[in-house]
């Protein structure tokens, strides 16, 4: 079965302090692999994505994510987090072809204290 | 270059009555999406259109929602009976399509259900 999880419901950091959010994945075909943010109120927003290639990728906000194949993990990264990165993250599989039917993760609530 | 709209915002509404949500994507996006997301849950697909065309529907519980997008452009997603459990928000996205997709959903604010 396809299935994206996320293990922490909740992680609360303090700001400046570096961030990492856990991703897994079930997914039959190669997959393709996606960050999402979404701040109160908010659409999702795409923080970045891994199709191929090298296995870290950069995204927007200072934000960057490892995929491993080997562990089905596709981490989401950030050396020093900033109080506006507050939100629910969410991690997402798809397929080339079909990367509409995205299967997310149930998401992460990030805090972030001063 | 305005973003994807939905409307309305938030709406409550007893049980068993009708709701619709409309929602105009990005402007050249021939792909739109329906996306149903429940509270503490991340977002799963209901249905998505290639144009006027639904190319996956489904997900979409069809014995009471329904869904169109007649010219191709905006969308209207219709819940008639509503129930309790449908309680919930509602994101439409959009992405270029035609092969100029990139991977990425644009998605709206979402419309947000409550059923009394």
């Known amino acids: 079965a396809q299935s994206v999880t996320q293990p922490d419901i909740h992680i609360t950091v303090s700001e400046g302090a570096s961030l990492e959010l856990r991703c897994n994945y079930s997914?039959?075909?190669?997959?393709?692999l996606f960050w999402y943010v979404q701040s109160p109120g908010q659409g999702l927003q795409l923080l970045l994505k891994?199709?191929?290639?090298?296995?870290l990728v950069q995204g927007i906000k200072g934000f960057e994510a490892e995929f491993k194949r080997s562990q089905s993990s596709f981490n989401l990264r950030k050396p020093s987090v900033h109080w506006s990165d507050a939100a629910e993250y969410f991690c997402?599989?798809?397929?080339?072809?079909?990367?509409?039917?995205?299967?997310f993760g149930q998401g992460t609530t990030l805090q972030v204290k001063p | 270059e305005a973003g994807v709209v939905q409307s309305p915002r938030y709406k409550i509404i007893e049980k068993k009555q009708p709701v619709a949500f409309w929602c105009n994507p990005i402007?050249?996006?021939?792909?739109l999406y329906w996306y149903l997301q429940n509270l503490g849950q991340g977002p799963e697909l209901l249905i998505r259109?290639?144009?006027?065309?639904?190319?996956?529907d489904s997900q979409l519980p069809k014995d009471r929602f329904s869904a169109e997008r007649l010219k191709g452009v905006d969308s209207t997603l219709k819940i008639q009976p509503a129930e309790l459990g449908d309680s919930a928000v509602y994101l439409c996205?959009?992405?270029?399509?035609?092969?100029?997709?990139?991977?990425?959903?644009?998605f709206g604010e979402g419309s947000r259900l409550t059923v009394l």
């Open positions: 996205a959009s992405s270029p399509g035609g092969g100029r997709d990139t991977g990425e959903l644009f």
């Open positions: 997914y039959g075909a190669t997959p393709y």
């Open positions: 891994y199709f191929s290639g090298d296995t």
């Open positions: 997402a599989v798809g397929a080339w072809g079909n990367t509409g039917k995205l299967i």
């Open positions: 402007s050249g996006h021939n792909t």
């Open positions: 259109y290639e144009n006027e065309e639904a190319v996956d």
